[in-house]
């Protein structure tokens, strides 16, 4: 086998042969082929050019493809415009007016018992317009100001207001330090059903001219009545409203029933049709029972149902006014750890927050109120301290957010926890997260509809301790919100929409 092998890889001798021979090869270049000219094109001479320029047939197709381009460009354009006018979009919604955004202030007499004792209660009043402008407050409810007969609370006198609470020159000075800071005023107003048409314009436009925005029935008779669709009720807040549509501009007017009765039975107080600017033919804002008075206990179960109740239990675009406390009772009674929480909870909501004069210090019912610490929270929030005025204050400019006045609102209850938030699509969102268990909690809101990936603290609460450091603004994930007990926070994010 090995010879076969070398025998096959040996050349033969022809090949050894042609492979040695020493032949000299000769390789000849191929001679170039001659370059062939490029083929020149000839243009026309300006001589030439000038014979079709002043052709009659080139003239008039020119004109005729210059003013075809014209024709399409303006058609064109037309076409768009028409496209832009008749093409399918979202309405704007309708703006929201000076009620709506709130919060509302009331002031009632009793509140300021001490300081009247020297000071008149209008008086006493324009000394705090400034405070209220700072807090974020945009109305002020008086009460029955009319003057009353002696040992009674009935009205006696619909054209002059009450000796106690100071003279009509106090009022008038009131009225115009109101208006310098655009500060809307609603007053008590019961008619009595004897009025005539010229007696009812009469007190209506008095008042009106004296500055006053809005008048509340504050009347159970009335309200009992118009609940149970009595004609003669109806008929005359019917009356009511068309007499302040006829004398007060639509934008400042506003007729309001502040009750203590439930959300739910108050629908037939707006009337039929309500619009989708909220505006009904009988009351424009109506509340019912105060929400400290409405929690049997402050718990997350409660409060989802709250929640529940104000969204669902009246018409169709109706707006209600939401009353933190009543006049005998207050969030700080009950429990003053929440007294934020609680005030935060009142911004959230599709309606008006309605504030008693002293919630937004964390005052309680008990005692004689320290109104000197106005002030004092008013400087330490200025000097960096979260206090229980900077909620409200932060919260205040929040209801001016379109994501507030126009956004969805979801509402959760995760883990003892309440969870309420805000989304509308292309502006931020916002979560308010309270804990009103006993323990801390870790919380993953990251499923709520619209969440983002991470939220960044915005405001919390402060507590009975009434003032706490402003805590370090900083990005967590959604998946894990820390939320110690008895805290509210609110936060800020990105919705996922």
């Not at 005023?185 to 007190?203: G, H």
């Not at 675009?317 to 935060?344: C, E, F, K, Q, Y």
Request: with cysteine; glycine share 6%.
């Amino acid at each position: 086998m090995p010879e076969d092998v070398e025998a096959q890889s040996s050349p033969s001798q022809e090949e050894a042969k042609a492979l040695t021979d020493d032949t000299n090869v000769e390789i000849v270049k191929a001679a170039p082929k001659e370059k062939e000219e490029p083929i020149r094109q000839k243009g026309l001479t300006k001589e030439e050019l000038m014979k079709y320029a002043n052709d009659p047939f080139w003239v008039k197709l020119r004109l005729a493809l210059f003013a075809l381009f014209w024709i399409i460009w303006v058609g064109m354009l037309a076409a768009s415009v028409i496209i832009i006018i008749y093409a399918p979009k979202c309405p704007s919604p309708e703006p929201k007016t000076w009620w709506q955004k709130g919060p509302i202030y009331k002031v009632d007499p009793s509140d300021f018992a001490d300081e009247a004792a020297s000071v008149p209660f209008f008086q006493n009043v324009v000394e705090d317009l400034d405070y209220m402008v700072d807090v974020g407050f945009n109305t002020l409810y008086l009460g029955n100001i009319f003057k009353k007969s002696d040992g009674e609370n009935k009205v006696e006198d619909f054209l002059a207001v009450e000796a106690t609470l100071g003279s009509l020159e106090d009022w008038n000075t009131l009225s115009a330090q109101l208006q310098q800071r655009n500060i809307k005023v609603i007053i008590d107003f019961t008619p009595d059903t004897t009025f005539s048409n010229t007696e009812l314009q009469n007190v209506v436009k008095t008042w009106a001219d004296r500055g006053v925005t809005g008048f509340n029935i504050q009347s159970d008779q009335i309200i009992e009545n118009l609940i149970n669709n009595d004609q003669d009720a109806r008929n005359l807040i019917l009356k009511l409203r068309e007499t302040l549509d006829s004398i007060v501009p639509a934008d400042d007017r506003i007729l309001t029933a502040f009750t203590e009765r439930n959300l739910a039975e108050l629908g037939p107080l707006y009337g039929n049709n309500v619009q989708v600017n909220h505006v009904g033919p009988l009351f424009h804002l109506v509340t019912g029972k105060s929400l400290v008075e409405s929690l049997p206990e402050l718990t997350a179960t409660n409060v989802f149902d709250y929640v529940q109740n104000v969204q669902n239990a009246l018409p169709n675009n109706s707006w209600p006014g939401i009353a933190l406390s009543s006049s005998t009772a207050r969030v700080a009674d009950v429990n003053i750890d929440m007294v934020d929480a609680m005030n935060m909870l009142t911004s959230m909501f599709k309606a008006t927050p309605i504030l008693r004069a002293g919630d937004e210090l964390g005052f309680t019912s008990a005692g004689t109120q320290d109104w000197s610490t106005r002030n004092e929270q008013a400087q330490e929030t200025l000097d960096g301290q979260n206090t229980h005025y900077g909620v409200v204050q932060h919260m205040a400019e929040l209801r001016h957010t379109e994501t507030i006045l126009f956004g969805d609102v979801y509402n959760n209850e995760i883990d003892g926890c309440s969870v309420i938030t805000r989304v509308k699509k292309g502006n931020p969102g916002f979560v308010l997260v309270i804990n009103f268990s006993a323990q801390n909690s870790t919380l993953d809101i990251s499923q709520i509809q619209g969440m983002g990936e991470t939220v960044r603290l915005k405001q919390r609460s402060v507590g009975s301790e009434g003032t706490n450091p402003l805590e370090e603004v900083k990005a967590f994930s959604s998946k894990e919100v820390i939320i110690e007990s008895k805290v509210a926070k609110l936060f800020t994010f990105v919705p996922n929409l």
